[in-house]
């Protein structure tokens, strides 16, 4: 196929100007078969399987960055749930023992995150489940590069709030351990969790999946903006078209990309998820295409509108380009990671009942927001709980990262550093749902549960 100079003058002006990237390749391992009696053989086990293959990785994708000049921002590792491997070791020292390894390996290789220290809980809590749960606080503050998840529920087994009522003291105890509450940003509460999902920090290597699996995480708001801005006087049709064409180019490129690197590691190739990813860099915003369709700032009326048609556009655009889409594949808004969302709370535009709102209708949920650290634990496990009941009802993954911070209050702010950005303490509506959210139990699944 001949390529003209056009072609290659329009990519490289999306690598050079528009900031598109490969955002993370993720390499699944399956840590089942290093389960072990001895829980010294079975961290040994553990930390030679991540390193070796971690390692590999890293180089494998250092050299297609020289080859191919896209930037493969991170490099990271997911596992198997780690609730289901710690059955015969189930206690909270070996909990934060076993997170250490993982850590240790992942920096060792040179990884950026390693993510799947987590449970599916669904139907109910097992006790390692509990005791997983419980060891967080102290795991967050023993690790770098630990990621957590918990699945609480899904449209066929409805949702497990008695698993939703212990998050909220998990996390107020995770951010006074941790330096401005850093740990609650590793931490991902899901429902419909996806179990090829290459973005911290809800990534796992599910249960359905190989012994190793690569998935690659693209990411091209800045390409998306640069289109939008061209296009400021065309239809809502022909705006939904031009955003289309322009995301089936950037998941091509991050399939070729994925599949060479799968290939010279000799696994199999997952899934490209195709989520606009935005970060705080300058023309990285999801926000930004949004103001850029016409509206004064994100968190306006006909935000959640603008949402919608970009969400439609980047999966019918994805799912031409690849037929192994998968992940979440949508587009993130969370706070703190983009410049754009981190404006318009700071001047009112955004306020969190809105923010739920765009959820509606967009990739994962809220994510990446602070509120303010006094925050008491059932109004957090009610936010998360209002939010995962979108997804339960809307046959959609939704999910919660939240951070409450100590000594912030409202219209503060805390800055992380990196990708994880600035985030501005948002406002809480304190009037409270404990009477409701203590009667526990599960959310009986939607009647689509019914579907088969």
Do not use: W
């Not at 997170?99 to 809980?121: E, K, P, S, Y």
């Not at 959640?304 to 998968?326: C, E, F, P, Q, R």
């Amino acid at each position: 196929m001949t390529i003209s100079v056009e072609e290659v003058f329009e990519t490289a002006s999306m690598i050079l100007f528009q900031n598109f990237d490969i955002r993370t390749t993720t390499l699944g391992i399956n840590l089942k078969n290093c389960i072990h009696s001895d829980f010294q053989i079975f961290k040994e086990n553990v930390y030679q399987k991540v390193y070796t293959h971690a390692r590999r990785l890293v180089k494998e994708a250092e050299l297609l960055e020289s080859k191919y000049g896209v930037p493969i921002v991170n490099k990271r590792v997911s596992i198997t749930p780690v609730s289901l491997i710690m059955e015969t070791h189930c206690t909270i020292p070996k909990f934060v023992e076993m997170a250490c390894t993982m850590d240790q390996a992942a920096g060792d290789a040179g990884i950026d995150f390693i993510g799947g220290f987590g449970a599916l809980v669904q139907k109910g809590l097992t006790e390692s489940d509990r005791v997983l749960v419980e060891s967080l606080p102290d795991v967050f503050a023993q690790t770098k590069r630990v990621c957590s998840f918990l699945n609480v529920g899904t449209n066929v087994s409805g949702m497990n709030m008695d698993a939703i009522n212990m998050i909220g003291s998990m996390l107020k105890k995770t951010a006074a351990k941790t330096k401005d509450a850093i740990g609650c940003a590793k931490f991902v509460v899901f429902s419909n969790a996806p179990e090829d999902n290459p973005f911290m920090a809800g990534a796992f290597h599910g249960v359905g999946e190989p012994d190793f699996s690569l998935n690659i995480g693209i990411s091209g708001p800045g390409v998306v903006l640069s289109v939008v801005e061209k296009n400021r006087d065309c239809d809502l049709t022909q705006l939904s078209e031009v955003i289309k064409r322009t995301v089936f180019k950037i998941t091509r490129g991050g399939e070729l990309i994925g599949r060479e690197l799968a290939k010279n590691m000799g696994i199999p190739f997952g899934i490209v998820d195709i989520s606009l990813a935005p970060t705080t860099a300058k023309g990285d915003s999801v926000a930004n295409i949004i103001e850029a369709f016409g509206i004064e700032s994100i968190g306006a009326h006909g935000t959640t509108l603008a949402i919608a048609l970009l969400m439609d556009a980047v999966k019918k655009g994805g799912a031409m380009a690849s037929g192994n889409v998968g992940g979440l594949s949508g587009t993130f808004i969370p706070v703190s990671e983009d410049a754009g969302m981190i404006k318009a709370v700071k001047n009112g535009a955004l306020t969190l009942a809105k923010l739920e709102a765009m959820t509606a209708v967009c990739s994962v949920g809220l994510d990446m927001f602070a509120v303010p650290g006094d925050t008491p634990e059932h109004i957090i496990n009610a936010i998360i709980a209002d939010e995962l009941a979108i997804g339960i009802i809307n046959n959609k993954t939704t999910a919660v990262r939240i951070i409450p911070v100590p000594g912030k209050k409202a219209g503060d702010s805390v800055d992380f550093g990196g990708l994880l950005g600035e985030a501005p303490v948002m406002e809480v509506n304190l009037y409270s749902a404990k009477d409701f959210l203590k009667r526990g139990g599960r959310l009986p699944a939607p009647i689509t549960s019914m579907r088969n």
